[in-house]
């Protein structure tokens, strides 16, 4: 996969430092700032300024002026050049020996200080010596198996180490005690302090030239085998994975995130950040690559060239405009060691926003969806490719330059309609969940406007969800929108929403009457009545109250029924006007007349007996129409009598003149139960009804709040009815049957020695015998719990004996020379005040001591112990 990362640039032409001598070879380079120093066969070393310049077109060019150039006496090539810019000297290792000189003249130190024996050299770019004024160089030594360390001055040189290694070394590089040595057969690493050695991987010096290069602290580049340049630390380990070179490579460089390789006809260019391989630009006949400071020099035998690396943000900028996303955010993360933070946040943020806007148009949402959450794209970005969804008052403008290349959706999915629909699906899920996050701040209308516009146009379930929770939607693009799309409910919502709930209640009922269409819901007509229960705008509940009565009077009266319990609990609405409002719906009157009755237990005798005359008349106009009791009836007569029984407040006689002359007897015996006529209600349950478990029922019923005593009266009153009715009770087996099963059942009841008195003489022991049996026993029963009663009274009587003994204390004993502790003088009267500690005081004494609460008077007339 191919980058721009580089572009090779010309810095020193073969005219400007050979002219006609074809012969001059470069051997060696050095760089420091803009000192470019180069080394040839003939034993010279030039002195080049190089001056950099970029054109309004962004192309970088190198000027290149000679300073000087200094034959150095031998007669073979200058090796190696490195600067030392502490000492202002540069190392130059010719013939087998490094001579200091002077950067600027290229003249040696007068002391002659030198380095004899060395083969090759390098120096310690992470020195052990704190001294700033000195510089530390490791040489492979001519002597087998040697590496030397020497600590170098400005004018002069001293050894610090002499190391033996295990093979013959031919390449070395140092980071502080660590030598990394590309040996024989093998690298190693080595720390020349401890002796220590660490085996990396072999390799064979016959086959291959090494490559050994520090990369960073305490890291290493070595041409490992199959043509992979290795990375290892001083601990032998390699964090990174190798990169694929040529099996041939001269040399190495390092251009943070790359790393650049050069053989016989190519310079390669390698990422760090994922080993693949991004760059390739042909030169032949290169035989020195090195970097200096970041900068990439590479070199042939007649001329210097320069790797230029194009800006990091135009090589992202480059791969996302091919698409090559992960790429180019491998590429902008590994950039943020080389940009300062502030400016790496801003630039990387952009970035994933682009990233984000590729992964979109190529329908790959997941993706998408997460670096624009990783950008903190501000969503309107993407809102504006979709045609219309922004509201006209949004202030929104893209981003300059832009973040995609896209007009709007349109463009983007070339007016495929599966594809724009899936692009809706997406930003409808991305709007939902960012809404409520910190990226919706700021322009929260625009998002829940959009968002609605999407719910709508995609008739989405979620549109009312929206509406009924707090959102930011704008009214008037929002209304003109779902009116566009005949969603006339959710216009209702979004009114209501806004304060505007009479244009909500008109939109609703044109639906319910079917002047405009909308199927949202079915029972919207329920929804209505349920909103106007809740509405605190009571004008509104007037204006629609007769529409929802007249619609379904036992639905619509709920607007009266369900209204919130502290409204009606304040009377905010008039019962009294719901009434008259009801008169017109019989059957809402009365659902609202039970409200107030039965549900809110309201305590007004118009509102019962206003109630209990509707059950009245509803049951004797059923009756009226129809031979049998239907359903309906039934469930009126349970109602009404169970009205008749529970409440006190209506007007008894006045139902009983509406129920006189009907069949309503057992209605006639509960409203003679209320007025304590009993033998009345009793001979109707008896005689006219025969209902003998009604009666019983009626007796239990009429005395359940009074005590045992009126319970027991009725009891004899039933008992009576039976034993007395026309014809007396032989005459009849039923009232018989009935007497029998009434004291057989009830005998705890009765007080069995009067009833003793009323049963006729022909009754057998045995018929009764169960109510004997159990009479005898609650007699016995009575007995003993007095019995039990009476001890305990006794017991407890004493108990309180016992403690008034204990309250009385010793005798307080009075005479005529007794005196008072306070004034000394006689008492004259038996009046007298004894305080708590026993001392005897007069009465006005004890006052004037103030010490009535702590003193208790007494008097001998009140005490047979003075």
Wanted: charged share 25%; aromatic share 8%; glycine share 4%.
């Amino acid at each position: 996969m191919s980058v721009k990362a580089f572009k090779l640039v010309c810095a020193v032409e073969r005219e400007m430092l050979m002219g006609d001598k074809a012969h001059i070879n470069i051997e060696c380079i050095e760089c420091c700032g803009k000192n470019l120093y180069i080394g040839t066969n003939d034993c010279f070393i030039y002195h080049f300024l190089l001056d950099e310049k970029i054109s309004t077109a962004g192309k970088t060019t190198f000027a290149a002026t000679k300073q000087l150039h200094k034959y150095l006496g031998f007669k073979k090539s200058v090796s190696e050049l490195k600067a030392a810019s502490a000492l202002t000297r540069l190392l130059v290792l010719c013939d087998n020996t490094i001579t200091l000189v002077n950067m600027l003249n290229l003249e040696p130190v007068p002391t002659g200080a030198r380095i004899k024996g060395a083969v090759t050299f390098t120096l310690n770019e992470n020195p052990v010596s704190t001294d700033p004024f000195c510089v530390e160089v490791c040489i492979i030594s001519v002597k087998r198996r040697t590496i030397q360390m020497f600590v170098v001055f400005e004018d002069r040189v001293q050894i610090v180490k002499e190391v033996f290694t295990p093979e013959q070394p031919y390449a070395v590089a140092v980071d502080g005690h660590y030598l990394c040595l590309a040996l024989t057969t093998q690298y190693i690493i080595l720390n020349y302090d401890t002796g220590s050695s660490q085996d990396l991987f072999p390799y064979c010096s016959d086959e291959r030239r090494p490559i050994v290069k520090r990369i960073g602290r305490q890291e290493f580049l070595l041409a490992g085998p199959g043509g992979l340049g290795m990375f290892a630390t001083v601990d032998g380990i390699s964090q990174r994975a190798p990169v694929h070179w040529s099996e041939n490579v001269i040399g190495a460089a390092l251009c943070f995130p790359y790393v650049v390789a050069l053989d016989e006809e190519f310079i390669t260019v390698h990422s760090m950040l994922d080993q693949q391989q991004k760059q390739t630009l042909p030169f032949k006949e290169g035989h020195i690559l090195q970097d200096f400071e970041g900068r990439v020099i590479v070199a042939t035998n007649k001329g210097v060239y320069i790797l230029v690396p194009l800006p990091l943000e135009k090589q992202i900028q480059d791969l996302l405009a091919s698409h090559r996303v992960e790429e180019a955010l491998v590429l902008a993360k590994g950039a943020r060691r080389n940009i300062p933070k502030e400016k790496f946040q801003v630039m990387y943020k952009r970035i994933l926003q682009q990233a984000g806007f590729i992964q979109f148009a190529q329908l790959q949402f997941l993706e998408a969806k997460e670096l624009f959450r990783s950008g903190q794209l501000d969503v309107r970005e993407l809102i504006s490719l979709y045609p219309f969804l922004l509201p006209p008052s949004s202030s929104f403008i893209r981003s300059h330059p832009p973040l995609h290349e896209y007009a709007d959706l349109n463009q983007l999915t070339q007016g495929d309609q599966e594809k724009m629909a899936k692009c809706k699906r997406f930003l409808m899920s991305y709007l939902n969940e960012v809404r409520s996050t910190d990226v919706a701040n700021g322009y929260k209308e625009d998002i829940d406007t959009a968002l609605l516009k999407l719910y709508a146009e995609a008739n989405h379930e979620s549109l009312l969800d929206l509406l009924v929770s707090e959102n930011f939607c704008l009214l008037t693009d929002s209304a003109a929108w779902l009116e566009k799309h005949k969603k006339y409910f959710a216009l209702g919502l979004l009114y209501h929403y806004n304060g505007q709930d009479a244009a909500a209640l008109q939109l609703w009922v044109k639906i319910v009457n079917g002047d405009i269409q909308d199927a949202t819901r079915s029972d919207l007509y329920e929804y209505v009545v349920d909103f106007l229960t809740f509405c605190s705008d009571q004008e509104l509940v007037w204006k629609y109250s007769e529409w929802v009565l007249q619609k379904n009077e036992e639905v619509g009266v709920q607007i009266f029924t369900k209204r919130p319990l502290e409204e009606q609990e304040k009377n905010n609405m008039n019962p009294d006007d719901i009434i008259s409002c009801l008169n017109k719906y019989p059957k809402s009157l009365v659902k609202y007349l039970e409200h107030l009755v039965l549900e809110r237990k309201i305590e007004k005798e118009k509102y019962h007996t206003h109630l209990a005359v509707l059950y009245l008349e509803a049951i004797l106009h059923l009756k009226s129409v129809a031979t049998d009791n239907c359903t309906e009836t039934t469930e009126l007569l349970l109602k009404l009598r169970s009205l008749l029984q529970k409440s006190d407040l209506y007007r008894i006689h006045f139902i009983l003149e509406k129920v006189r002359g009907t069949d309503l007897h057992m209605e006639s015996a509960i409203l003679y139960g209320k007025l304590e006529e009993h033998e009345k209600a009793l001979h109707i349950l008896v005689h006219e009804l025969r209902d003998f478990g009604a009666a019983r029922e009626y007796c239990a019923w009429s005395a359940a709040s009074r005590g045992p005593r009126y319970r027991r009266r009725l009891f004899h009153m039933l008992l009576g009815a039976y034993l007395g009715g026309s014809g007396g009770a032989a005459s009849d087996g039923a009232l018989v049957a009935a007497a029998v099963d009434l004291l057989n059942g009830h005998a705890a009841e009765f007080d069995a020695a009067r009833v003793l008195q009323l049963l006729p003489e022909s009754w057998s022991v045995q018929l009764l015998s169960p109510f004997l049996a159990g009479a005898v026993r609650q007699s016995v029963h009575a007995r003993r719990m007095s019995r039990v009663a009476l001890g305990l009274a006794h017991a407890e009587n004493l108990i309180y004996k016992h403690e008034k003994v204990k309250q009385r204390g010793p005798p307080i004993l009075l005479s005529d020379k007794a005196a008072c502790q306070v004034c000394q003088k006689p008492f004259c009267e038996p009046v007298f005040v004894r305080d708590p500690h026993g001392a005897v005081v007069h009465t006005h004494c004890a006052a004037s001591r103030h010490l009535n609460s702590n003193v208790a008077p007494c008097s001998s007339s009140s005490s047979n112990q003075t």
